[in-house]
């Protein structure tokens, strides 16, 4: 991919770029949502964007993310490093990782004009049946 497509694929997160809200319901306690926040902004060059958040809750690792053109690096407060695959386009936020340990995918759907993420993790501890594992929704706040 030359350079200029890669920026056109980055320039797709620009549906992310802001701060965000964050709510967390668990299927093991539905009624309890667990907040925290989460900020998206350009790195210095416009080639990557970054995402800091954190989560009121101790369960949840607060975390760094850096998106390129179809990839998230991810790392996380307990020592937690992984890479996903991701794209962004037709309304749909996805991410997908096939690890040793574990599989994980997230589907986030974008509503109210793009200033909500409706969105699900699910896991797979075989590395092929999915589960729901928790449901994940950004409100924007600027």
């Known amino acids: 991919m030359g350079t200029d497509q890669k920026d056109a694929a980055v320039g797709t997160l620009d549906a992310l770029i802001g701060s965000w809200s964050i709510e967390i ?3 093991r306690d539905p009624a309890n949502v667990i907040e925290g926040r989460a900020y998206f902004e350009r ?5 990557f964007v970054v995402e ?10 607060n975390g760094l993310a ?12 307990r020592g937690v490093a992984r890479v996903y695959e991701m794209s962004i386009g037709g309304g749909e936020w996805r991410l997908s990782r096939d690890g040793d340990d574990f599989s994980q995918r997230f589907t986030g759907r974008f509503g109210d004009g793009g200033s909500v993420i409706d969105g699900y ?13 928790f449901a994940l ?3 924007k706040v600027s």
């Open 43 to 47: 790195l210095e060059g416009g080639h």
């Open 137 to 139: 929704t950004f409100r």
């Open 52 to 61: 800091r958040w954190q989560i009121d809750h101790p369960d949840f690792p």
């Open 66 to 77: 850096v998106y390129d053109a179809g990839t998230q690096h991810y790392f996380d407060s």
């Open 121 to 133: 993790w699910e896991i797979a501890e075989d590395g092929s049946t999915f589960e729901h594992d």
């Open 25 to 27: 319901s668990h299927p």
